[in-house]
């Protein structure tokens, strides 16, 4: 008996086909079979009112397997990720050992797929160990399937190593090298971002400065090579100018933001709430504002979570002892929604597109992201825009580090369709 699944009356926001119309979606064994009315015999889910959407895809997560399972594993992460509507995750090279060679990418891709949540698409180490020194085995990866290679976590120390990696994957159409754009000497020691508040919590700062010398430097390099940059998680105001120059002037570079820096400043942290130290630092308003800006005309292109699990016992510390990191993958979607739809902001489709059909293609995601088509892979969210929800623990996620913990945002997941299965039903993991 085939499975027969039908959304009805959902207002489809499809980025990549430009679709918004309210529909029928007819999904037959894990296709999506026809967007007519007429059911037949499928299992009948109302969406009225709801908006059905291609699934999420975070291009930047941490899954903290193989190394430290107290914090996450993947299947814990991929439900996490299933929860907040996305259907692919891209989990970062930092784990323990380094995902710096094909075994370790094969072991990651191993536990995504017994997990069968979502689809994993393991990003690879840029250099050996994360050090910085040695280029990692990147045509063996590349041969796992491997499209985006980063250190995150680091910037690449050295200029020259940053050459040689852009222009290695020049061989490959669509090989991104990934840089976590801060300099590790000038950031040194920084608990937040430096300015007026930190100064008056006597927290030592980490400057604007300390992101921008690493992006200026990146995209030269960029431009000497060639080579295809894309600058995770960007945090100043300046970052975003540059880029936006960059672009205009043609050279191949994509950029990165996340909720919580299009959210909230530096004065969140005048509770010292641990969830708020992140890195690179939340900063001021007028940084927010470029970035929602920038994410807004097209400079910076995709939304991804750095959903980075920590310990309870890890966070709750002093703050200048606690690690930096807050999770995300339970709340993006909202937190788009509620500080950048809402207040009109952001376009409902050009939120989606920056949470799904961009990343998509950032990560080499074909199955992801759109078209919603007759012939395509059921990858799905549906959600409800109007619903309002505290974010509290507990979360899928084994961590509870969330620097949105306590606020009430607006719109909510309820159904994830992952390959035509439905792992999330009425806002509840189904397994
Ligand atoms: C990341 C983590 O915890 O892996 N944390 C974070 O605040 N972004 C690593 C990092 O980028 O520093």
Same mark, same amino acid.
């Given at each position: ?18 679709? /918004?119309? *309210? &529909? $029928?979606?007819?999904? #037959? ?5 026809? +967007?007519?009315?007429? @059911? =037949? ?54 784990? /323990?050992? *380094? &995902? $710096?060679?094909?075994? #370790? ?5 191993? +536990?995504?797929?017994? @997990? =069968? ?315």
């Amino acid at each position: 008996m085939s499975e027969r699944y039908l959304f009805a009356g959902a207002r489809v926001i499809d980025p990549a086909s430009g679709r /918004d119309e *309210v &529909a $029928d979606v007819l999904v #037959v064994d894990g296709t999506i079979a026809s +967007l007519e009315h007429g @059911a =037949g015999n499928a299992r009948v889910i109302g969406c009225t009112g709801l908006i059905l959407a291609p699934g999420l895809v975070d291009p930047h997560t941490h899954l903290r397997e193989p190394g430290r399972e107290d914090k996450e594993t993947v299947e814990t992460g991929c439900r996490a990720a299933a929860l907040g509507g996305y259907t692919a995750v891209s989990p970062m090279a930092n784990t /323990d050992p *380094v &995902a $710096d060679n094909a075994a #370790v990418i094969h072991e990651v891709l191993d +536990l995504g797929a017994k @997990a =069968g949540l979502s689809d994993v698409f393991p990003v690879g180490a840029i250099t050996r160990g994360i050090e910085g020194e040695v280029i990692a085995e990147l045509g063996e990866m590349v041969e796992t399937g491997v499209r985006i290679f980063s250190d995150d976590g680091h910037a690449v120390p050295n200029p020259r190593v940053l050459r040689n990696a852009l222009t290695y994957v020049k061989a490959f159409d669509d090989v991104v090298i990934a840089e976590h754009c801060e300099d590790d000497a000038l950031a040194q020691d920084g608990q937040m971002h430096e300015g007026y508040h930190s100064y008056s919590l006597g927290l030592a700062g980490k400057p604007r400065e300390s992101e921008e010398i690493v992006v200026a430097r990146d995209l030269a390099v960029a431009r000497l090579t060639g080579g295809r940059l894309h600058l995770l998680h960007l945090s100043s105001a300046g970052s975003v100018q540059m880029v936006r120059r960059a672009k205009a002037e043609g050279l191949r570079v994509t950029a990165e933001v996340t909720p919580h820096h299009l959210t909230f400043t530096d004065e969140d942290l005048l509770t010292y709430d641990t969830n708020f130290k992140v890195n690179p630092p939340i900063r001021t308003a007028e940084d927010r504002d470029a970035l929602r800006a920038g994410l807004s005309d097209g400079t910076i292109d995709v939304v991804g979570t750095d959903h980075a699990p920590h310990a309870v016992e890890e966070k709750e510390v002093e703050f200048d002892q606690a690690p930096p990191g807050t999770i995300g993958l339970e709340t993006a979607l909202a937190a788009i929604l509620t500080h950048l739809v809402e207040p009109g902001l952001l376009s409902l489709a050009r939120a989606i597109e920056v949470l799904s059909s961009a990343p998509a293609r950032l990560i080499g995601a074909a199955e992801h992201g759109g078209p919603i088509e007759p012939g395509r892979p059921a990858n799905l969210v549906v959600f409800d825009p109007d619903v309002e929800w505290v974010v509290e623990p507990p979360f899928a996620s084994k961590s509870r580090n969330s620097a949105f913990t306590g606020t009430t945002l607006k719109g909510k997941v309820l159904h994830t369709m992952y390959r035509g299965e439905l792992v999330v039903a009425d806002g509840k993991a189904q397994r």
